[in-house]
C-alpha cells in the first residue's frame, strides 16, 4: 500500500539505480578538478540570511523569491542556501585563506535550495558542482575555470554541449551601460511585458532573459556591453577569448548574455545542451571581483562556475548497468551461517565485494539470488567444511581450498 507521504513538492528521492550515474559524475568531476589542484570544501546547507542578499544581490529572482527562509529558535533569520559562491566567498574570510598563496582553488558539490516552479530539469532541491579560483584578476584564471567544466563535461560526453561568452566589464563600465540601457528601456515601455516594465531601475539585463515577444523586439535592438567595452575590460575580454581559442575550446560570444546573480563582473558564461529542452542551461558563471568586498574583506577577483548535476545527467540520460559483485558466498546449511560471515568480512576487507544470504533462503535460491545481484563467482559452503568455487558466467565449478578462500578469491580465476 502506498504511503500517504510523499516527497516535497519539488524535491525527489535519489534511489540506487540512478545513484550509480550520479556518483560517476561526482567522481569525474572530483578527478576533473583535483588534477588542476582544485581542493574539496564543503560549507552549511544554511547561512545568515544576510549573507545570500548582501551576496547574491536583493534585486535578484533568487533573493526576491525563491529562497527556503526560517527563524531559528534563536530568532536568527536562516536560508537554505540558493548558491555556492556567497558560502564560499564567506568561508575564504571566515578561514583567513587570503594569508595563502593565491589563487586559493576549490571546489563543492552538494544540495541547493530554490522555491521555484518544479519542471523537468528545475527543482527545489536541487544538486550542484562548482570551482572558485579565489584571489587573481588573470585572464588566465577565467580560461582555466571554463576548460573545467568544458574538460567534465566531455569526459562524460554529454552530446549538444555549446559554450556561450559574453563579458559585462568592470562595475564602472557596468553602471554607465546600465544608464544606457535603461534610457533604451524607458524609451520603448510601451512595449515591454509589465515584469520587465516594473524592474527597468532595479534589473535591467534580466531583460534579455524575458520570453515576452513586445520585450525581445525591444532588446535585439539593445545596446550590448560587449560592444561597448574599453581599455582594461576589453583587453581582459580578449585575453579569454584568445587563450579558449589557444586550447581549443569553442564558444560563441553572446552580447545579450545575462546571469541570475548580481555579484558579476567582467567574464560571464553559460553552457547549454540542445537535449536539455526549456531548461537549457547545464552550468554556468563568470568572473565576480566585487563580491569578498561586498561582504567585508579586502577588493579580492575571483571567478567560478556552478552545473547542475541533474541537468548533466538529463542530458546524459543513460542507464549504467549493475555493478555486479565479486562473490556470493552460498551455504549448504544454516550451520555454514557464522563461517559465511566471518568469510564475508575478511573478502571484503581484502578489498573484495562480497554478499552473503540474508533473509534464510534454500540452497537453490541462493544460487538464484547470487544471480540477480550479478555476483560473478560463488563461493559454496559445504556442511562437510569443504568449499566449491562456481564461476556464475561459465557455470564451471570447482573444489576450493577451504583453509584460503581469500586467496582463491584474490588469486587465480575460478
Ligand atoms: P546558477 O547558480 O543560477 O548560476 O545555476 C547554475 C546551474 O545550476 C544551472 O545552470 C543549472 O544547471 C543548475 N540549477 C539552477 N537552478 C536549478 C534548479 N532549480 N533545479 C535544477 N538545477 C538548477
Known sequence: MASKFQAPRGTFDILPGPARPRRRLERAAVEVFGRAGYEP????????????????????????????????????????????TASVCRAYLEHGMQKLAQPVKLHYLGPFFRHERPQAGRYRQFHQLGVECIGTDSPLADAEVIMLLADLLAELGVPGVELRLGSLGSFEARRAYLEDLKAHLHAHEGELSKDVRERIDINPLRAFDSDDEGTRGVMASAPTIVEQLEGEDAEHFAEVRALLDATGVGY??????????????????S???????????????????????????????????AAGIERILLALDEEVAEE????????????????ATALAAELRHAGISAELDLAGRSFKSQLKHANRIGARRVLILEADGSAQLRDMETGEQRPADPGNLVEEMTGGEA
Open 324 to 339: 555486479g559483485r565479486d562473490a556470493f558466498i552460498a551455504v549448504a546449511g544454516p550451520e555454514q551461517r557464522q563461517r
Open 41 to 84: 570544501i564543503a560549507t552549511p546547507v544554511f547561512e545568515d540570511t544576510d549573507l545570500f542578499e548582501r551576496g547574491v544581490g536583493k534585486s535578484t529572482d533568487i533573493v526576491r523569491k525563491e529562497m527556503f527562509t526560517f527563524e531559528d529558535k534563536g530568532g536568527r533569520s536562516l536560508t537554505l542556501r540558493p548558491e555556492g
Open 252 to 269: 560563441t560570444i553572446d552580447p545579450t548574455l545575462v546571469r541570475g546573480l548580481d555579484y558579476y563582473t567582467r567574464t560571464i558564461f
Open 271 to 305: 553552457f547549454v545542451c540542445d537535449r536539455l529542452g526549456a531548461q537549457s542551461e547545464i552550468g554556468g558563471g563568470g568572473r565576480y571581483d566585487g563580491l569578498i568586498e561586498q561582504l567585508g574583506g579586502q577588493p579580492t577577483p575571483a571567478v567560478g562556475f
